[in-house]
């Protein structure tokens, strides 16, 4: 290949290249930068080194965020993909009805997070939301759950699960279909029951999705912002400020950018090394799980 | 151990595929299905596994009716075209598979599973994962995963379709051979008349949802029921030609369409009038020896195989007739010819295809 046909080559992906260096790479490194310097909104900054990074380490504020953030990932990650497998299952078939209920369980994933929260305060509320009635129907106290300490995270995660629910059912749907009907024709012939089937044939041939699904919501749900932002601005008093929250408070409320920009850095590195420790514990796929072939 | 099928039906949607099917297969018969695609054999080996529903008639293993049980539990092993192996099971996991379903203890299983290996020389792969293996030891695999089952009838889809024709050849050996060692009846579904002619016992022809024939490869080869059968067993196919009767007589006599005369060696009684068809093999049409004499036809291909070369003539009328004649020949494409129709060995049909043989053999 001549040089001038690498170079023309590159307009192809120059305007993809562009793009991610402008809105990927630059910030990246900018942030990094940024982290070690105390500079406000406007105006010159000055280096102070790695002072942001020490003071986020003794910021109990920061500390409550980070716990806040894991704490509703474990509580959405594992039902989230219990629930989308479970959908994906149900749904997987052909005829009208589960053709409906897919786009029905999907249509949550278009909304944006704005109206998701409009109407989660709707449901959630306790004096006139759906879920209050429901308590008060069955005669118990309504739940204040954006109010009560303890109940504002899963709060959160409710929300998020019925926002979420959409893309890892589609990956899981996906999944299925990749599974040859010869895999179940050849089970039915061994006798498998159906919980055998799904055991030994149907789970081992979704393990790559469910790994998929896993990690992407990790990374996904160590970000949560703007539920916690417009659902309950973080409160009661920071029991629901999430990590991204903090960043923002610091950076767009106190006008600290050095360090907002110290705890972005520390939460890449956090939400880096928890997709890692994913995928080497999971194990790069061994020999015979590459798949059906025909 | 017996199998009968009784008027089975099956239609997909308004596609009728199988249009009333009956059939019986004795103890220890392997039995194959003959067809072209689209014909009905696959779905009726599949009725029977129970991987498809009939939509009316019985299917009787044994005097048990077991279209009505699930596939686990009629007593039926199935190869599949693709194999269909479990890819995240080892070799052995995969042939234990079905044994663990059914509560075989564990013992025992080990048991099968080593006799099985051993006899298909896939020992030594049975820790592997079925990527690792090559196509033919996957198709061991996938007989293994059959036998270990010690089913009463095995069911085999297009077994050999998927290996290459140096394995084909091997493959074939050995499918002949595992019917020596099981105790069990085989019905094996192809598309490929030499795999039927070959393994079978006797040879179902289906075409157009129908049985068109049930019987040994050698009555197939040499009593087709009809035209269908006639022209789809036998490579390169039987010349199939207008006919018209020349004359009285024990044996049927008939003039072709450029006036030669086939003396037959089928009773003129009880043939139909009107229309019929001749029907000779390419190895009852040779060439002349010294290229003259008999029926004069143009070359219009030669395929040579070494033993025997094909030749397609025509005749003087434009009929295309395939003959044979030695490896050595010198003949090429527009020599005239004569040709030598044995007829002997001649087969007649009626109006409705209907195949009319010499007596005996």
Redesign the interface.
């Given at each position: 290949m001549t040089s001038s046909r690498r170079w023309e080559g590159l307009l192809f992906v120059g305007p993809f290249l562009l793009l991610y260096g402008v809105i990927l790479v630059f910030p990246l490194f900018r942030g990094a930068w940024l982290s070690l310097h105390r500079v406000a909104l406007f105006g010159p900054g000055h280096f102070v080194g790695f002072e942001n990074y020490a003071r986020l380490a003794g910021d109990p504020i920061f500390q409550q965020s980070l716990i806040n953030t894991f704490l509703v990932t474990l509580m959405i990650v594992p039902p989230l993909t219990v629930i989308a497998l479970t959908l994906a299952l149900a749904l997987n078939r052909a005829g009208r009805g589960a053709t409906m209920l897919r786009g029905v369980f999907f249509s949550s994933a278009v909304l944006s997070v704005t109206i998701v929260t409009l109407i989660w305060r709707f449901v959630l509320a306790p004096d006139a939301g759906a879920l209050g009635e429901l308590w008060q129907a069955l005669g118990w106290e309504p739940l204040p759950f954006l109010s009560d300490p303890n109940l504002v995270l899963p709060a959160l995660a409710l929300t998020t699960i019925w926002w979420s629910l959409g893309l890892p059912m589609l990956l899981f749907l996906a999944g299925l279909q990749q599974i040859p009907r010869e895999m179940y024709e050849a089970a039915a012939l061994d006798g498998a029951s159906r919980w055998t089937t799904f055991v030994r044939i149907t789970l081992p041939a979704l393990r790559r999705t469910t790994i998929l699904v896993i990690m992407l919501q990790t990374a996904a749900q160590l970000q949560l912002f703007g539920q916690s932002q417009l659902l309950t601005a973080g409160g009661p008093s920071g029991a629901s400020r999430t990590a991204v929250l903090f960043l923002f408070e610091s950076a767009f409320g106190r006008w600290e950018l050095g360090y907002a920009s110290a705890a972005a850095e520390v939460l890449f590195m956090i939400i880096l090394a928890v997709t890692l420790a994913q995928y080497w514990a999971t194990g790069p796929g061994a020999e015979g799980e590459r798949g059906f072939r025909r | 151990m017996t199998l009968d099928l009784k008027s089975v039906r099956k239609a997909f949607g308004a596609t009728p595929v199988l249009d009333g099917v009956t059939l019986t297969i004795q103890s220890r018969e392997f039995i194959a299905f003959l067809g072209p695609s689209g014909s009905g054999k696959s779905t009726l080996l599949r009725i029977i596994?129970?991987?498809e529903t009939a939509d009316a008639g019985e299917v009787v293993l044994d005097g048990r009716r077991i279209d009505t049980l699930?596939?686990?539990?009629r007593g039926?092993?199935?190869v599949?075209q693709?194999y269909?192996?479990?890819?995240?099971?080892?070799v052995r996991e995969n042939l234990a598979?079905?044994l663990k379903?059914?509560r075989v203890p564990r013992k025992e299983i080990d048991t099968l599973v080593d006799d099985a290996a051993r006899v298909l020389e896939i020992d030594p792969l049975l820790e592997?994962?079925?990527?690792?293996l090559s196509g033919g030891q996957r198709q061991r695999v996938a007989i293994g995963?059959a036998i270990v089952?010690r089913p009463q009838l095995f069911l085999l889809d297009e077994p050999l379709s998927n290996l290459d024709a140096a394995l084909r050849l091997r493959t074939r050996v050995e499918l002949a051979r595992l019917r020596q060692r099981v105790d069990a009846s085989m019905i094996m579904v192809t598309h490929d008349q030499a795999e039927a002619m070959t393994l079978a016992d006797r040879i179902v022809v289906f075409n157009d949802r129908r049985i068109q024939q049930v019987a040994t490869p050698m009555e197939i080869y040499n009593r087709p029921a009809n035209t269908f059968v006639a022209r789809f067993v036998g490579s390169p196919a039987m010349t199939i030609a207008p006919a018209t009767f020349a004359n009285g007589g024990e044996y049927a006599s008939v003039r072709l369409g450029d006036g030669t005369v086939v003396q037959t060696r089928v009773p003129r009684e009880g043939l139909p009038e009107g229309a019929l068809q001749l029907g000779l093999r390419p190895e009852h049409i040779r060439l002349e020896p010294t290229g003259v004499g008999g029926t004069k036809a143009v070359v219009d291909l030669v395929e040579r195989l070494g033993e025997r070369s094909i030749v397609y003539a025509r005749l003087k009328d434009g009929l295309l007739v395939t003959g044979e004649t030695d490896g050595l020949t010198n003949i090429k494409v527009g020599d005239e010819v004569g040709l030598s129709i044995d007829g002997d060995r001649a087969h007649l049909f009626g109006p409705d295809g209907t195949g009319y043989h010499r007596e005996g053999a």
């Open positions: - | 596994a129970g991987l699930a596939p686990g539990d039926v092993a199935m599949f693709h269909a192996l479990y890819p995240h099971m080892t598979f079905g379903n059914a592997r994962k079925p990527d690792q995963r089952k």
